[in-house]
């Protein structure tokens, strides 16, 4: 598809950010621009939204450049220069926005039907700013960016080379258990070489998302941040709800599925390493070679499902705004990342040619259509999705583009293997959610814990929600310190329950989906076009599904797929 940024009505056509200095007096007009009517405001506001994208897509190509390459420094001293003296001088002009803002809506009432989830939001965040906290998140930003550099040095000498810990995962899937055992080690004693200085600057970040919170009047950092979320549509006691179901109904049934795999591996013991190999001993899935044919690939398999999906990768393909492969020195992870004002976005992750991969390219795949289409609605604000609709789109493709995944050249018992993993992965993904979730809830409702007492935290959490039929006996170490990979810990604090809700909404999804394909990707393109015009429950139920935590829904949709399973483990 054609990509040009929109003309713009405000900003300079050629304006660039160089620093404050020439950004500072776009802000000073809307701040002192007059407004007399309800047409001048709704001009005011695509004014502000066009400034707000510039901003941010600005932002977003420091960040992408920085996490494609941590250890260039002029890189990284770009990112930090908008951190440190462009952002904290945006926050203050932010508050006086918002404010003229409500003020002017006060005198000429904008329309309800359009409006009314942006400024509920507004509202809220002129409840939480306090001047004081904008150089504790300047400070924050610039803690979080060392998770990301420490964690690109991690590496092992596997194999006759080095490794990335994505690539050495790799042999993580070998039939060989003594190759899956000396490379479970390597990883995990690479990890805990960085263990102290994670814990350490893990401690600060607690400290300052603390203090933060104190001084906004919230009395711990869970309570600030379901405000600054914007979480509107639910409550802790509701994410207690999650967790509660994902227990009782999820936590029994990933039970089973390791004794199963312990007796189809014919083991006395299952340890963490046997939980990637394929149980019929077949050799491992290997979807594609490299991020070349990662890409063409993807962009195949999204055509066999929709060609608006195969447009979107192809468009982003060309404007060279997907890096997919893994390498030394790149940040951990993958995202999507939205740009702004030119509308499509920037993939990023790091794969390793394993079948986890695919499904992170899907999963990306299924952002950036979200992206797409959400790129021309009228303000920045209506784009901004909150998390639990934006994951939504994500794991809801993960399982869509199902019907596509031929084009990576399985044949039928690949496919059907490859579908297992899918389906496997979908329920596996709730009890680490509500893992993580839970750690997050107890962290910050204790902030003075010591690092003793964190980590007993989280091995009693871990316990709970996590397979009793693994024996981790004699890895106890290794188990304790599992949540330094979750980067969302580190950079995003309680960003992660949105991905269990998400995910039971994904099944509710593709469940409507089999049932009718057609009218299936009719409702999950049209809930991800209204973006964030309406509160969650409603962009859900247009998506033909529910916001529903509760257990009966949880054990309906885990019976769901629990039979879709069955299906496919049925001898041909």
């Keep these: 598809m054609e990509m040009t940024k929109p003309q713009r009505i405000f900003l300079p056509q050629d304006f660039a950010i160089t620093n404050w200095e020439a950004l500072k007096p776009y802000f000073d007009l809307l701040v002192n621009e007059t407004i007399s009517d309800m047409h001048g405001l709704e001009q005011w506001l695509r004014k502000r939204s066009e400034l707000e994208s510039v901003v941010s897509e600005d932002m977003a190509w420091r960040y992408i450049r920085m996490t494609c390459d941590t250890t260039n420094k002029d890189i990284e001293a770009a990112y930090l220069f908008f951190?440190?003296?462009?952002?904290?001088?945006?926050?203050?002009?932010?508050?006086?926005?918002?404010?003229?803002?409500?003020?002017?809506?006060a005198l000429y009432p904008l329309p309800s039907e359009k409006?009314?989830?942006?400024?509920?939001?507004?509202?809220?965040?002129?409840?939480?700013?306090?001047?004081?906290?904008?150089?504790?998140?300047?400070?924050?930003?610039t803690l979080s960016q060392q998770y990301a550099a420490i964690n690109a040095k991690m590496t092992v000498q596997y194999d006759g080379k080095e490794q990335t810990l994505q690539q050495a995962a790799n042999y993580l899937k070998s039939p060989d258990r003594s190759i899956r055992e000396e490379v479970y080690y390597l990883i995990a004693n690479r990890r805990l070489q960085d263990q102290e200085a994670l814990d350490a600057l893990f401690h600060?970040?607690?400290?300052?998302?603390?203090?933060?919170?104190?001084?906004?009047?919230?009395e711990n950092f869970r309570d600030f941040m379901f405000a600054a979320l914007g979480?509107?549509?639910?409550?802790?006691?509701?994410?207690?709800?999650?967790?509660?179901?994902?227990?009782?109904q999820i936590v029994p049934f990933m039970n089973a599925r390791a004794r199963k795999r312990k007796a189809d591996l014919q083991l006395a013991q299952l340890k963490p390493w046997d939980m990637?190999?394929?149980?019929?001993?077949?050799?491992?899935?290997?979807?594609?070679?490299?991020?070349?044919?990662?890409?063409?690939?993807?962009?195949?398999?999204?055509?066999?499902?929709?060609?608006?999906?195969?447009?979107?990768l192809n468009t982003m393909k060309g404007m060279k705004h997907l890096d997919l492969d893994s390498r030394i020195g790149k940040a951990p992870g993958g995202y999507n990342y939205p740009l702004?004002?030119?509308?499509?976005?920037?993939?990023?992750?790091?794969?390793?040619?394993?079948?986890?991969?695919?499904?992170?390219?899907?999963?990306?795949?299924?952002?950036?259509?979200?992206?797409?289409?959400?790129?021309?609605?009228?303000?920045?604000?209506?784009?901004?999705?909150?998390?639990?609709?934006?994951?939504?789109?994500?794991?809801?493709?993960?399982?869509?583009?199902?019907?596509?995944?031929?084009?990576?050249?399985?044949?039928?018992?690949?496919?059907?293997?490859?579908?297992?993993?899918?389906l496997e992965n979908s329920l596996e993904t709730l009890p680490w959610v509500?893992?993580?979730?839970?750690?997050?809830?107890?962290?910050?409702?204790?902030?003075?814990?010591?690092?003793?007492?964190?980590?007993?935290?989280?091995?009693?959490?871990?316990?709970?929600?996590?397979?009793?039929?693994?024996?981790?006996?004699?890895?106890?170490?290794?188990?304790?310190?599992?949540?330094?990979?979750?980067?969302?810990?580190?950079?995003?604090?309680?960003?992660?329950?949105?991905?269990?809700?998400?995910?039971?909404?994904?099944?509710?999804m593709w469940k409507n989906y089999k049932l009718n394909k057609v009218k299936g990707l009719e409702n999950y393109k049209a809930a991800l076009r209204l973006g964030y015009s309406k509160p969650i429950g409603e962009i859900y139920a247009t998506g033909g599904i529910q916001f529903d935590f509760s257990n009966e829904y949880v054990h309906e949709l885990k019976e769901f797929v629990e039979t879709e399973l069955s299906k496919l483990e049925q001898p041909a």
């Design 83 to 105: 951190v440190q003296e462009i952002d904290p001088h945006i926050a203050p002009y932010t508050d006086q926005l918002n404010k003229k803002l409500v003020s002017a809506e």
């Design 115 to 141: 409006y009314f989830v942006y400024l509920r939001a507004v509202k809220k965040e002129i409840e939480i700013f306090r001047e004081e906290n904008i150089p504790l998140f300047t400070e924050l930003s």
């Design 204 to 218: 600060q970040l607690v400290q300052l998302r603390h203090q933060v919170a104190i001084n906004a009047g919230f």
């Design 231 to 248: 979480r509107f549509d639910y409550t802790p006691a509701d994410c207690f709800k999650f967790h509660e179901s994902v227990r009782e």
């Design 276 to 312: 990637d190999v394929d149980t019929e001993g077949k050799p491992t899935l290997k979807p594609f070679i490299d991020g070349h044919d990662l890409t063409e690939k993807g962009i195949a398999c999204f055509a066999k499902v929709d060609p608006y999906f195969a447009d979107c």
């Design 340 to 422: 702004a004002e030119t509308g499509a976005p920037f993939i990023f992750m790091n794969a390793a040619g394993n079948i986890r991969d695919l499904q992170t390219l899907v999963h990306e795949g299924g952002h950036a259509v979200h992206s797409f289409l959400t790129k021309d609605m009228e303000l920045n604000a209506f784009k901004n999705t909150p998390s639990e609709v934006a994951e939504l789109a994500s794991m809801s493709m993960e399982l869509i583009s199902m019907d596509g995944w031929d084009a990576f050249h399985f044949d039928s018992d690949e496919l059907r293997r490859a579908f297992i993993d899918q």
């Design 434 to 508: 509500a893992t993580v979730d839970k750690f997050q809830h107890w962290i910050y409702t204790h902030p003075t814990h010591t690092t003793a007492e964190r980590t007993e935290a989280w091995v009693k959490i871990f316990d709970e929600f996590n397979m009793q039929e693994v024996d981790y006996n004699g890895q106890e170490k290794y188990r304790a310190a599992a949540w330094h990979k979750q980067l969302h810990i580190f950079e995003v604090p309680f960003y992660y329950i949105e991905y269990g809700f998400a995910q039971l909404g994904a099944i509710a």
